[in-house]
T-cell receptor, first 116, second 111 residues
């Protein structure tokens, strides 16, 4: 149980284009999903918290107009990187917290974004 | 000072060794403590979670929390090469608060 999927696992795009990453909880309902960014050999950096049916809460320093988050259902959240630039190249990981849980987060396998 | 401190390693041990991984923290509000394992280029996998102080054992893994010292540990017995990964501690006050992660300790178990 507690499986979270991400799609795509890897994407290469050209500078200036937009990329959408999907995060799905496969066998549970997730009221809250989280989006993280991870640079090589570094820990996870929380970008935003996404609650189903409401606007995402972004961490300080994260541009909400650049990283668009939509959490339209209890099993799906999407992150769209708009007008991507090479500095946006990174490993993006989502996690989901089961409805009713206080703390456990289950992570997706991550999406490697490369902007050329 | 970071809220959660974790030695990044790398930590290299021979197969069969007992491994001790640790984190210290400064926020006394933290109540829930987790250990995640992350293989290279993969998402973190929840290994253990503990509420408040005490020990919890699951197979070869034991998690310990000492809230009075603000110190948590993960012990791995009979370590295997497949245990080679980065281990991240994480903690939260609960109540829907976000997780705060350590930087992760890179572990390598050698044959």
């Amino acid at each position: 149980g507690a499986v979270v999927s991400q799609h795509p696992s890897r994407v290469i795009c050209k500078s200036g284009t937009s990329v959408k990453i999907e995060c799905r909880s496969l066998d549970f309902q997730a009221t809250t999903m989280f989006w993280y960014r991870q640079f090589p050999k570094q820990s996870l950096m929380l970008m935003a918290t996404s609650n189903e049916g409401s606007k995402a809460t972004y961490e300080q320093g994260v541009e909400k107009d650049k990283f668009l988050i939509n959490h339209a259902s209890l099993t799906l959240s999407t992150l769209t990187v708009t007008s991507a630039h090479p500095e946006d190249s990174s490993f993006y990981i989502c996690s989901a917290r089961e409805s009713g849980s206080n703390y456990e987060q289950y992570f997706g396998p991550g999406t490697r974004l490369t902007v050329t | 000072q970071k809220e959660v401190e974790q030695d990044p390693g790398p930590l290299s041990v021979p197969e069969g060794a007992i491994v001790s991984l640790n984190c210290t923290y400064s926020n006394s509000a933290f109540q829930y403590f987790m250990w995640y394992r992350q293989y290279s280029r993969k998402g973190p996998e929840l290994l253990m979670y503990t509420y408040s102080s005490g020990n919890k054992e699951d197979g070869r893994f034991t998690a310990q929390v000492d809230k009075s010292s603000k110190y948590i540990s993960l012990f791995i017995r009979d370590s295997q090469p497949s245990d080679s990964a980065t281990y991240l501690c994480a903690m939260t006050a609960g109540g829907g608060n976000k997780l705060t992660f350590g930087t992760g300790t890179q572990l390598k178990v050698e044959l």
